[in-house]
């Protein structure tokens, strides 16, 4: 494709005035948002207003009078489409991380005489290591397989099988549906993690039947640095599972000040400690940015922007090896690409100006935000990319000796 072409392919695009929802910075192209997604131009002045105003001038009355107290349930509202999910079966709350103890913890609570956690290796680190870490105690086990074998480790002694729906490495997607079905079928819960998903696959826990997800704030969905995270738990559940971290916003009457804990009858039972209003608001700003999005179109967007960097990378740049799969229907929303001096070649690609990151040993990693990733950003990408490789300005100490690649 020449670049024309592509600037043609953005002139065509019906998303692409959404760019301008975002401030971006002139001379970067930015083809990590599967980490970190970019700032929502509307951000800064609603923190500066949930700061100024309803920090500083309401103080205390602003958890009644702007609404800080529901903000958990609200926000959650607003994430719900684009998961497929019914709003009062999200709530936000805490870290990933937590979230995934949390129910872990009550899947194995609510399946008693089975004591095994089901996942794959090179799952992301912190779902393996909240798994690992509940397993220390002794009385459960984490079982892991392949994922072409995950569903022939499913028995009569596993509890909850949990899952990355796109894998952070190679964006390689499970059918949701059918290793929900094979879960369930086993008679195990079956927990999904969606953090590479929500904002940028299509997602529907409701039509496969989901039992309980969890995801992050901060990638697709634009909520800022250590954003909250979400948690799902289907409504035929709710009444069964309890959060195993029973802190006091998850009471059923919380400014009762009871001695006793009684669960929320509702999604708020799996808060814990008091919401974090900054957070919350930064991420309220960034779900807004998907307002108005058919998210059908915005699949398709992003699957044709990551099908022109293939086909330009392979076409430009040798030495480098596909490690996500080409067919669109089994990946998500970034591309991996494998090279024996990944780290340097990703540093001095980010020198340049091309935003991506390294997953070791040797990936190079790119993500395609369709919110505002261009057609012409990614061919000029994959340019920028042939020729760094084709000149070996990559081999410097500079870039063998950086201290860390995002």
Same mark, same amino acid.
């Given at each position: ?204 826990? /409701?039509? &496969?039947? *989901? %039992? !309980?997800? +969890? ?7 634009? $909520?800022?640095?250590? =954003? ?73 967007? /992003?699957? &044709?922007? *990551? %099908? !022109?960097? +293939? ?7 040798? $030495?480098?090896?596909? =490690? ?83």
């Amino acid at each position: 494709m020449t670049r024309d072409e592509a600037r043609a392919l953005d002139a065509a695009d019906p998303l692409r005035r959404l760019r301008e929802r975002f401030a971006l910075p002139e001379g970067v192209i930015y083809l990590d948002g599967n980490s970190l997604g970019a700032l929502p131009r509307a951000t800064p002045a609603r923190m500066a207003e949930t700061v100024e105003r309803e920090w500083g001038e309401g103080l205390i009355r602003s958890w009644n009078d702007a609404g800080w107290i529901d903000a958990p349930t609200r926000v959650a509202a607003k994430i719900a489409p684009l998961i497929g999910a019914k709003p009062d079966e999200v709530v936000v709350a805490d870290s990933t991380s937590v979230n995934l103890y949390k129910l872990l913890m009550a899947a194995l609570a609510a399946r008693p005489g089975r004591r095994v956690i089901v996942t794959e290796p090179g799952n992301f680190p912190t779902d393996l290591y909240m798994a690992q870490g509940i397993a220390a105690g002794g009385q459960v086990e984490v079982r892991t397989a392949p994922r072409d074998r995950i569903i022939e480790a499913i028995d009569e002694t596993v509890a909850v099988v949990m899952l990355t729906h796109v894998h952070y490495r190679t964006a390689e997607m499970f059918d949701m549906a059918a290793v929900t079905t094979a879960a369930q079928g086993a008679g195990a819960l079956m927990l999904w993690d969606l953090s590479h998903s929500a904002g940028a696959v299509p997602v529907d826990l /409701g039509a &496969a039947n *989901a %039992d !309980l997800a +969890v995801g992050c704030g901060y990638k697709y969905l634009n $909520g800022g640095p250590g =954003a909250p995270a979400f948690l799902y738990v289907a409504e035929r559940h709710q009444a069964l599972l309890t959060s195993p971290l029973t802190g006091w916003m998850g009471h059923a009457a919380p400014f009762e000040f009871g001695d006793d804990y009684a669960p929320c009858p509702t999604m708020r039972r799996w808060l814990c400690g008091t919401p974090p209003i900054l957070g919350l608001a930064a991420l309220e700003a960034g779900l807004a940015t998907f307002d108005g999005v058919d998210p059908t179109a915005l699949y398709a967007k /992003g699957q &044709a922007l *990551a %099908d !022109l960097f +293939v086909a330009e990378v392979e076409a430009k740049c040798p $030495g480098l090896t596909l =490690a996500s799969p080409r067919e669109r229907t089994q990946r998500g929303s970034h591309i991996s690409f494998a090279h024996t001096d990944g780290f340097p070649v990703m540093a001095a690609l980010i020198a340049r100006g091309v935003i991506g990151d390294f997953r070791g040993p040797d990936l190079l990693r790119f993500g395609f935000t369709p919110l505002y990733t261009s057609f012409e950003e990614v061919w000029r990408a994959a340019d920028i990319l042939a020729d760094l490789l084709a000149s070996g300005a990559w081999d410097d100490e500079r870039y063998r000796a950086r201290g860390k690649v995002t």
